[in-house]
């Protein structure tokens, strides 16, 4: 099987070789055995199997194990800009994990599922390049990502309805997190419009490349649409294990 995938993670296997889960153009899943991936060897070649890397791949199904075999790879795109920015890199880490908590193999059947990769590969590629233009902004960048994601899932936060009397919602003031949706200024103790609410109506409409229309985020913007995230999958936590460098403990 030939086909384009991203490297969501990676484990050492032996001496050289690595096992990795990889997320493919139709959005399933599948775990890799990259014979040689470590790199090394007598002419000491590096690895060219890294988180976020694009890779063309050709694969080789085993009967006796769900893991595929890859002897054969090649570099589709690389980020050249995040190693040399630790909060890049903890970032880098960030949406590879998320992806790999909400993708599952052979879910190639839902265009909603299709459409992780389409949202993974924009927003490792153009963390890459807000780096290069010197504008990279950690929250910035979370939020669009989760925002685009929930909305390919169809988990988007209700911005339509108050989440409490029902009403149209002509501005959302309190994001209720836990009930999915946001309160009306008659029935919250809030009167100004939540800047979470006006983010994400513009999310929808707004691409990667233009991330920098977002000019108000902050911490705690990210963080809200983070838990909103973590409570509509019932992640734990824990299993995402770079969150802790983006929002605390």
């Known amino acids: 099987m030939h086909t384009k995938a991203m490297v969501l993670s990676k484990k050492v296997f032996k001496d050289r070789h690595l096992i990795s889960d990889v997320l493919l153009e ?3 899943k599948k775990t890799v055995l990259f ?6 060897g007598s002419k000491s070649k590096p690895s060219t199997v890294e988180l976020g890397f694009a890779l063309n791949l050709s694969l080789k199904g085993n009967h ?9 790879w090649t570099i589709h795109w690389r980020h050249l800009e995040v190693e040399n920015n630790y909060k890049a890199y903890f970032l880098l880490n960030f949406f590879c994990e ?13 265009s909603e599922i299709g459409e992780l990769y389409t949202i993974l590969s924009n927003a490792c590629f153009y963390l890459d390049e807000s780096i290069k233009l010197n504008n990279f902004d950690m929250y ?23 989440i409490i009397c029902k009403d149209k919602l002509i501005v959302g003031t ?19 419009p939540s800047e979470v609410f006006t983010n994400l109506q513009k999310v929808m409409f707004t691409p ?13 913007q990210s963080r809200q649409i983070y838990t909103y995230f973590i409570q509509q999958f019932q992640i734990n936590p824990h299993h995402i294990k770079s969150s802790q460098f983006i929002y605390g403990q």
């Open 64 to 72: 006796k194990s769900r893991i595929y075999n890859c002897k054969d």
């Open 174 to 192: 309190y994001f209720n997190v836990l009930d999915g949706g946001f309160e009306c200024s008659k029935c919250s103790d809030f009167q100004k």
């Open 35 to 40: 014979f040689g991936g470590q790199g090394g």
């Open 98 to 110: 998320v992806i790999n908590n909400v993708s599952f193999e052979d879910m190639n059947e839902s």
């Open 140 to 162: 910035r960048s979370t939020f669009m990502f989760l925002g685009k994601l929930l909305y390919s899932l169809g988990i988007f936060p209700d911005t339509h309805n108050c």
């Open 26 to 28: 139709d959005g399933s």
């Open 208 to 220: 990667f490349k233009k991330y920098s229309d977002f000019t108000q985020l902050n911490l705690e």
